[in-house]
């Protein structure tokens, strides 16, 4: 919601300067695209905890208990995979970015590229949380 906010007012303000005071700021557009690939990425790792991410439900609740945890333990171990798989490739592309610069910030783009491993790390910890609760409990909170 920070980022939301934060990216709400930063597009506020160029609209501002750019229409009332016709003096356009030239970073805001920039800003606004590196915070929401920040939230993008720290948002899958809430949509995982708050179980907010599309699915198909249709089968799978009129499945059994044990056929629902089976499912579950499956499908998180097939995502802890993927989004494991892309922590390393994310860090090398980070460190890769360093040296370059953001063309209007003059950031290292490698402060954004940094979303990458960053969320794909926190997925890979809820999925990782998310499936010893459902084993723990025996599927009785799926």
């Not at 690939?37 to 009129?62: C, D, N, P, Q």
């Not at 097939?78 to 970015?97: D, H, K, M, S, W």
């Not at 040296?99 to 997925?123: D, L, Q």
């Amino acid at each position: 919601m920070v980022c939301f906010a934060v990216m709400g007012a930063v597009l506020a303000l160029q609209i501002f300067m750019r229409y009332v005071i016709n003096m356009p700021l030239i970073w805001s557009e920039e800003l606004a695209r590196y915070i929401f690939v920040w939230a993008t990425f720290i948002g899958a790792g809430y949509g995982v905890r708050k179980k907010i991410h599309i699915s198909m439900e249709l089968i799978y609740m009129r499945l059994p208990v044990k056929a629902r945890l089976a499912v579950t333990v499956f499908t998180n171990a097939a995502a802890i995979f993927v989004f494991a798989y892309l922590i390393p490739y994310g860090i090398e592309t980070v460190r890769t970015q360093w040296n370059i610069g953001s063309s209007a910030m003059e950031i290292p783009m490698s402060w954004v590229f940094a979303a990458v491993p960053v969320g794909c790390f926190i997925v890979c910890l809820r999925l990782i949380a998310e499936t010893v609760l459902a084993i723990k409990t025996k599927g009785e909170n799926l």
